[in-house]
C-alpha cells in the first residue's frame, strides 16, 4: 500500500478538475422555496386579499396550501383547504440525491488522484473502476437532468398563471381572481444548465479515464517505440 504523498499536479489535469464541476449542480435545486400569490376581490369584502402557497424542495405541491392574512375567512371561502397542483419529489429527489452521490464520489476520487498519484496508476483495477462508474456517471447525468427538467416544466406551469383557472373557489359566482407572482426559478433553470454541463463534461472525462487503463497502455507503449511493437517470445 503506497503511503499518501501530496501532488496537486492531477488537478491541473482533465482528469481532476472536471470532477470539482459536480460540487455546484445539487446546490442550486436543493434549497430551493418560492411562493405563488393570487390576489382575491368579491362583493362581500371592501377590500383585496393576497392569498399565498408556498412551495420548495422537494416539490410535492400536493401539499403547499393556500394561505390567507392572518389566517382570516377571504370571500367566504376556507383557503387552506385549497393545493397546488402535482407531486415532482421523486424526479427532484433523484436528481440531487444522485448529485450528492456523485459529490462524495468525487471527493473520493480527487483524494485518490491527489495523495495516491503512482497507486492509482499503477493500478488496473483501479483505473478500470473509475472508467466503468465514470461512463455510468455520464448516462445517469442524462437520465436524471432530462427528468428534472421536464419536471421542472411541470412545476412552473402548476405554479404560475394557469392555477386561477384550477382553484375552484376562483369560478365561484361573485369571486375575482387575479394571478399576481411567483418567485423566480433562475436558480432551478441553472440546476438543470450545471446537470447537462456535467454530463458533457463526464463524457470527456471518460476519455481522459480511459488513458489511465490498461486499454491504453499498449498504445502508449508502442508510440514509445517508434511504431513497432515488442518482440515476442515463442
Not at 503506497?2 to 464541476?21: H, M, R, T, V
Amino acid at each position: 500500500m503506497s503511503s499518501f504523498q501530496l501532488n496537486l499536479n492531477p488537478l491541473k489535469e482533465p482528469l481532476g478538475f472536471i470532477k470539482i464541476a459536480s460540487i455546484f449542480a445539487f446546490a442550486t435545486c436543493g434549497g430551493f422555496k418560492g411562493k405563488t400569490e393570487i390576489l382575491v376581490s368579491c362583493a362581500k369584502e371592501p377590500e383585496n386579499k393576497t392569498i399565498t402557497a408556498a412551495f420548495g424542495y422537494p416539490f410535492r405541491l400536493n401539499e403547499a396550501s393556500f394561505q390567507t392574512p392572518q389566517d382570516v375567512t377571504v370571500c367566504g371561502v376556507d383557503w387552506k383547504k385549497y393545493v397546488l397542483i402535482g407531486d415532482y419529489s421523486s424526479s427532484a429527489q433523484f436528481y440531487v440525491t444522485f448529485a450528492v452521490f456523485v459529490f462524495l464520489y468525487c471527493i473520493a476520487a480527487l483524494l485518490l488522484y491527489v495523495g495516491y498519484t503512482n497507486l492509482y496508476r499503477d493500478s488496473r483495477k483501479l483505473t478500470m473502476t473509475d472508467f466503468v462508474i465514470t461512463i455510468v456517471v455520464t448516462f445517469l447525468w442524462l437520465v436524471s437532468t432530462s427528468a428534472w427538467a421536464k419536471a421542472l416544466t411541470d412545476i412552473k406551469s402548476a405554479t404560475g398563471s394557469h392555477i386561477v383557472q384550477e382553484l375552484k373557489p376562483c369560478n365561484l359566482q361573485g369571486v375575482v381572481c387575479q394571478f399576481v407572482s411567483v418567485t423566480s426559478m433562475g436558480s432551478l433553470n441553472v440546476s438543470v444548465i450545471f446537470g447537462f454541463l456535467n454530463m458533457i463534461l463526464w463524457g470527456g472525462n471518460a476519455w481522459f479515464v480511459y488513458k489511465e487503463t490498461s486499454f491504453h497502455s499498449p498504445s502508449n507503449t508502442s508510440t514509445s517505440q517508434g511504431g513497432i511493437p515488442p518482440p515476442t517470445g515463442i
